[in-house]
């Protein structure tokens, strides 16, 4: 049984806009921060964005301004807006617990392309 279900990436121009969402078991979900991780070719993953349990949130300066994480703890739901999209936020994006726990699996992640 899948236990976080990432959606919502696809193809967009530069400057347009995405909202991933991020379906989470409760076991995973309830009293922990989440985070929006990305991986583009080559490169290692990185945490771009973190929400904790009572909404406070970070970001990484890549991405400071233009994207905003949100979670629903009632649908066990985090999301990602993200606005002002670059080429370089091309990455397949995942969520999932910060830290990452051993014991909870990645995803498939959505791929996000950011391409004229």
């Known amino acids: 049984q899948a236990q976080l279900v990432e959606s919502g990436g696809g193809l967009v121009q530069p400057g347009g806009s995405l909202r991933l969402s991020c379906a989470a078991s409760?076991?995973?979900?309830?009293?922990?921060?989440m985070g929006w991780y990305r991986q583009a070719p080559g490169k290692e993953r990185e945490l771009v964005a973190i929400?904790?349990?009572?909404?406070?949130?970070g970001y990484a300066d890549s991405v400071k301004g233009r994207f905003t994480i949100s979670r629903d703890n009632a649908k066990n739901t985090v999301y990602l807006q993200m606005n002002s999209l670059k080429p370089e936020d091309t990455a397949v994006y995942y969520c999932?617990?910060?830290?990452?726990?051993?014991?909870?699996?990645w995803g498939q992640g959505t791929q996000v392309t950011v391409s004229s």
């Open positions: 999932n617990r910060v830290p990452p726990s051993l014991g909870v699996s």
């Open positions: 409760a076991y995973i979900f309830s009293s922990y921060a």
């Open positions: 929400i904790s349990v009572g909404g406070n949130t």
